[in-house]
């Protein structure tokens, strides 16, 4: 007599159309009931081992789903349940997108607990070799794992694939920021334009486009000199909506310089018979279309015969002013809206040719000075230190040393002040094999009793140089 299970075993058994085995368990689902679940396979033993895999979850408190979701199904779900009540409308209408136009086309028939990760790796690299950026094919990855891990904590499925796919490095464009001198040049030359006030929000504070074209009369404080950032103007498929801005460090208030509240004055009294509530409207009083406004910008550009560059550029252009006038990073951060300092460092802050160059200067005057003969030499050019005596005065009429020049005087032994033209004419200058040979041998035996304190003086220098040009800049 054939042995009965027990209760909660399972049962297995052969199908005898198909030959089929078919096993079933008992197990909890994720609303609380419990619930027969099967399994299928060409072997018992095949059978046998899925249903101990089930049996094994549930006993260690594992829920199963209530039903088989297909990936289709459940991101319909995610995107009207998850996406659209808790994110902002911009960024629910390029999940929308990404779902609609690659994942269900793609994935969507497959059921969550049969995707795999060599399944997502194919269809990825599909999309690469059909012409695809390798910026898109990560934004698809992106909202594919935000919306597995999601599964994840409902309990529907186990794991997230989609993590483990890997994809090859997104490389950013490179950004060419304005200089200052073009900076100047654009504004001079738009300053009769009707939109010249919203240019010079763009180009003295970094706002975002939104920002600028979401501002509301309300949101100008002419008594306290503030500007209160608190929404933005997007477009969302067919429509220009005003909606929440992009970060909660977005939200800030911005001192109203005098420059900017004489031109919001001007143009508040140019429009004192308007209905709407926004301080940049149409000619017709309707809120600007964020791509006409780009396009705009970009024509005036060309007109005027400015280097072209995109609005949002101009944030770039911001970051990487207040930089070389040695503002701190924080604060630079908090006058963008940026929600960490890294982004404001490693994606907005550009540096130049000058900031370079004045950093390397510092490190020479700081390093090559020859102790015995109290100079560093240029050739023809002659010395590019200055002896200065113990009193404190200059033999040719020198200001007070600098940090630097201190620091050389306790190197060598004296005190000195570092023409820096001179040092760079004498870094970038051609001369003989035999004569880099001699000068280099002369200056290694000259400094090498001093390399402790080396990295002192060029921390030392990099300051002072840094220091020397906020001052000019003030």
Not at 74 to 92: F, G, Q, S
Not at 232 to 253: E, F, H, Y
Not at 408 to 422: N, Q
Not at 432 to 439: D, G, I, L, Q
Request: aromatic residues 6%; hydrophobic residues 35%.
């Amino acid at each position: 007599m054939a042995r009965r299970n027990a209760n909660g075993e399972g049962s297995i058994y052969q199908r005898a159309s198909d030959k089929r085995w078919v096993g079933s368990i008992w197990v909890q689902t994720t609303s609380g009931k419990p619930k027969r679940v099967y399994a299928y396979g060409r072997t018992r033993a095949e059978v046998h081992t899925k249903l101990t895999e089930a049996k094994s979850k549930d006993g260690r408190g594992i829920p199963t789903a209530d039903k088989s979701w297909r990936l289709g199904d459940y991101l319909d779900y995610w995107l009207e349940a998850v996406v659209k009540p808790n994110r902002r409308p911009a960024t629910y209408a390029q999940c929308e997108t990404i779902v609609r136009l690659y994942l269900k086309p793609g994935l969507g028939g497959r059921t969550l607990n049969t995707l795999s990760v060599s399944l997502i790796q194919g269809y990825l690299n599909q999309l690469l070799a059909d012409g695809h950026s390798v910026s898109k094919i990560h934004v698809i990855r992106k909202i594919l794992s935000a919306a597995l891990t999601r599964a994840e904590r409902e309990e529907l499925t186990t794991r997230n694939p989609a993590r483990l796919v890997e994809l090859p490095a997104e490389e950013r464009k490179e950004v060419k920021p304005w200089t200052s001198a073009e900076a100047i040049e654009f504004l001079n030359a738009i300053r009769s334009h009707r939109l010249y006030p919203a240019f010079l929000l763009l180009l003295l504070y970094g706002l975002r486009k939104g920002e600028v074209l979401g501002l509301r009369r309300q949101d100008i404080d002419f008594d306290s000199s503030t500007i209160h950032l608190r929404q933005q103007l997007q477009r969302i498929g067919r429509q220009i909506l005003q909606g929440p801005l992009k970060t909660a460090k977005s939200r800030r208030d911005l001192p109203l310089l005098e420059p900017v509240a004489d031109a919001l004055a001007k143009l508040r009294e140019q429009r004192s018979g308007a209905d709407s509530e926004l301080v940049f409207t149409t000619t017709e009083g309707r809120p600007i279309d964020p791509g006409n406004f780009l396009r705009d910008f970009q024509r005036l550009c060309r007109q005027h015969g400015v280097r072209v560059i995109t609005v949002h550029q101009i944030r770039h252009t911001v970051a990487t002013l207040l930089k070389s006038f040695g503002v701190a990073d924080r604060d630079i951060q908090l006058i963008l809206g940026h929600s960490r300092i890294v982004t404001t460092q490693e994606i907005y802050q550009h540096d130049d040719a000058d900031s370079r160059r004045n950093v390397l200067q510092g490190l020479a005057s700081a390093l090559l000075v020859d102790r015995d003969t109290k100079t560093i030499q240029s050739g023809s050019s002659g010395s590019l230190v200055e002896y200065v005596d113990s009193s404190g005065s200059c033999q040719n009429g020198c200001q007070k040393p600098s940090f630097v020049d201190r620091m050389a005087s306790i190197i060598s032994g004296g005190a000195y002040r570092i023409r820096t033209d001179d040092l760079f004419h004498a870094m970038t200058r051609r001369s003989s094999v035999a004569e880099r040979a001699t000068e280099v041998d002369r200056h290694y035996k000259a400094r090498r009793r001093r390399w402790l304190i080396g990295s002192v003086a060029v921390s030392a220098a990099v300051k002072d140089t840094r220091g020397e040009e906020t001052g000019r800049a003030a």
